[in-house]
């Protein structure tokens, strides 16, 4: 097994070259785009730059670590990643790479050219990474699982891995609270929580709670900056398809022809639509909402930053369980 020391090194130097123009990184970005219609050039580089920046820098790695008591013993764990954004899965690999298990990885369809340039990648640099991180197609033998997708599939993934140790996520989703004092510059940020990613990711604002009375013709003005979101032929077709559902059940919306804001008590909205409900206490929606194993993070003031949302620290586990503690406990 690798030192920490070691792996420590290896990680800040993956976080250089994903800030870098290497032609070999630049390519595989290329690859990755062309190998899904979601994975726009600037969804790739918002996902690459932000873990390269918020996670793989030494003194935050080593900041991160201290708070832990690694196992001397490495064990193996499969992975079973999601593929909605680009790298989403690149933080529970960092965390097994980190503890010094074995990793065993099933990669999504949907992302899988970056996260096997980056492993390859450290492979080159560390030949002994070639057989402490492999890429599989079939988990078996593993000594515990961590698994991310649908809450249909967490199901079978529950009845699969029920005999060892493991960690098991499902849908999640971002809400937004709004009180009305909010700044045209926090709104302006709050829209990149909103439509970066297209909205696919669970750190994506879906729903927004605003004080019964607020006006949301101020929030389409300020959307107008996402505008272009409509020219993606996959996000207007979404677009297209919710705009006549509502016109033929003569459902009331918004729109400023880029996104539809629909009245809705449900966090979770499809592609191209935005839900918000009113509320008249604050305190109240706020102890109703925290702890919900349905929503990953609540944007506000108060909460996390407006425009914050999408770039979650090394400490902001998925879905609220310590993945670290987890594999330190093995």
């Given at each position: ?230 020219n993606h032929n996959k996000y207007k077709n979404n677009f297209d398809y919710y705009l006549a559902i509502y016109l033929l059940n003569k459902v009331p919306y ?16 499809a592609v191209a639509v935005l839900h918000y409900r009113y509320y008249d206490d604050k305190e109240t929606l706020a102890q109703s909402m925290t702890g919900r ?38």
């Amino acid at each position: 097994m690798l030192s920490l020391n070691n792996r420590i090194d290896l990680l800040d130097k993956l976080g250089a070259y994903m800030r870098s123009d290497d032609e070999q990184w630049v390519q595989a970005q290329y690859r990755a785009i062309s190998a899904n219609a979601w994975f726009t050039p600037d969804a790739v580089k918002s996902a690459a730059t932000s873990i390269a920046i918020d996670f793989l820098q030494r003194d935050k790695l080593q900041a991160w670590v201290s708070k832990y008591t690694l196992p001397t013993t490495p064990r193996l764990v499969g992975i079973v990643m999601a593929g909605n954004i680009p790298l989403v899965g690149f933080h529970d690999m960092l965390c097994g790479f980190i503890c010094g298990h074995n990793l065993m990885l099933k990669l999504s369809s949907k992302d899988e050219v970056l996260m096997k340039h980056l492993v390859g990648k450290l492979a080159e640099w560390e030949p002994q990474i070639a057989t402490q991180i492999q890429i599989s197609e079939m988990l078996k033998g593993c000594d515990a699982y961590i698994a991310t997708g649908s809450n249909n599939t967490a199901r079978y993934f529950e009845q699969y891995f029920a005999r060892f140790p493991h960690l098991i996520r499902k849908n999640r989703t971002s809400v937004a609270i709004l009180d009305g004092t909010e700044s045209e510059e926090q709104l302006i940020a709050l829209s990149g929580d909103i439509f970066s990613y297209f909205g696919l990711g669970c750190r994506n604002v879906t729903q927004l709670n605003v004080p019964r009375g607020y006006d949301l013709t101020k929030l389409i003005d300020v959307f107008d900056r996402y505008k272009d979101v409509i020219n993606h032929n996959k996000y207007k077709n979404n677009f297209d398809y919710y705009l006549a559902i509502y016109l033929l059940n003569k459902v009331p919306y918004l729109t400023n022809e880029s996104i539809l804001l629909v009245e809705n008590e449900l966090p979770f909205s499809a592609v191209a639509v935005l839900h918000y409900r009113y509320y008249d206490d604050k305190e109240t929606l706020a102890q109703s909402m925290t702890g919900r194993d349905d929503i990953q993070c609540i944007v506000g003031n108060g909460y996390v930053p407006f425009g914050a949302a999408q770039r979650p620290q090394l400490d902001d586990y998925p879905d609220g369980v310590d993945t670290m503690a987890f594999l330190c406990g093995l």
